[in-house]
């Protein structure tokens, strides 16, 4: 069963949030994907890449977790989405870019520093980029002819997740636009 937070409590993350142009070709291909795979198909307005999981995190530490946040050197930067695969071991199947994005690093690496120094808990799993559009997936090799999608990143954000009985529902807390090197946010 599911770990849903506590009333004092709010279970967070940060991550990229695509605008709806990418947002809608990422779902074509994810409804592609469900043809073949079956599964649970990742609702449209849910579709994000994940940064940093924080999971239950107390309500009284979210303000700190922003001001946080907002200290991170963060560049605008573009990737490319070109790759398309499912992991067995969980199910999921997912989209990603096949290479990380140095600023796609820097801005993770920056986010569990600051994290890290506030003194609050994260998901320590090594980062690795990729954009789930199927969960439950019955993974067998795909034949998809995946689409380069280019993803304009020009902020990042907080994100809280709410369980109910259909699953998972996000809502973007905070939105943190770039902070060039060696300046502090604000």
Same mark, same amino acid.
């Given at each position: 069963?599911?770990?849903? +937070?506590? &009333?004092?409590?709010?279970?967070?993350?940060?991550?990229?949030?695509? /605008? +709806?142009?990418?947002?809608?070709?990422?779902?074509?291909?994810?409804?592609?994907?469900?043809?073949? $795979? /079956?599964?649970?198909?990742?609702?449209?307005?849910?579709?994000?890449?994940?940064?940093?999981?924080?999971? /239950?995190? %107390?309500?009284?530490? $979210? +303000?700190? @977790?922003?001001?946080? +946040?907002?200290?991170? %050197?963060?560049? =605008? !930067?573009? !990737?490319?989405?070109?790759?398309?695969?499912?992991?067995?071991?969980?199910?999921?199947?997912?989209?990603?870019?096949?290479?990380? =994005?140095?600023? @796609? #690093?820097?801005?993770?690496?920056?986010?569990?520093?600051?994290? #890290?120094?506030?003194?609050?808990?994260?998901?320590?799993?090594?980062?690795? %980029?990729?954009?789930?559009?199927?969960?439950?997936?019955?993974?067998?090799?795909?034949? $998809?002819?995946?689409?380069?999608?280019?993803?304009?990143?020009?902020?990042?954000?907080?994100?809280?997740?709410? $369980? /109910? &009985?259909?699953?998972?529902?996000?809502?973007?807390?905070?939105?943190?636009? =770039?902070? %060039?090197?060696?300046?502090?946010?604000?």
């Amino acid at each position: 069963m599911p770990r849903i +937070a506590s &009333s004092n409590s709010a279970r967070v993350f940060f991550a990229l949030w695509p /605008d +709806a142009e990418v947002r809608q070709a990422l779902m074509r291909v994810g409804l592609k994907m469900h043809r073949q $795979l /079956d599964g649970k198909l990742a609702r449209e307005e849910s579709i994000h890449m994940t940064l940093l999981f924080l999971g /239950d995190t %107390p309500e009284e530490r $979210l +303000a700190e @977790l922003a001001a946080a +946040a907002a200290t991170v %050197p963060f560049e =605008p !930067f573009t !990737f490319t989405i070109e790759q398309a695969d499912c992991w067995k071991h969980n199910k999921v199947a997912w989209v990603a870019p096949r290479d990380t =994005p140095p600023a @796609l #690093a820097r801005l993770v690496s920056g986010l569990e520093e600051r994290i #890290a120094a506030e003194g609050l808990r994260f998901d320590r799993r090594p980062f690795a %980029p990729h954009i789930t559009l199927v969960r439950k997936a019955r993974c067998a090799p795909l034949e $998809l002819n995946m689409p380069r999608i280019r993803w304009e990143v020009r902020e990042f954000v907080l994100v809280r997740s709410e $369980l /109910d &009985s259909n699953g998972s529902r996000y809502a973007v807390s905070g939105r943190w636009p =770039p902070v %060039p090197q060696g300046r502090p946010g604000v």
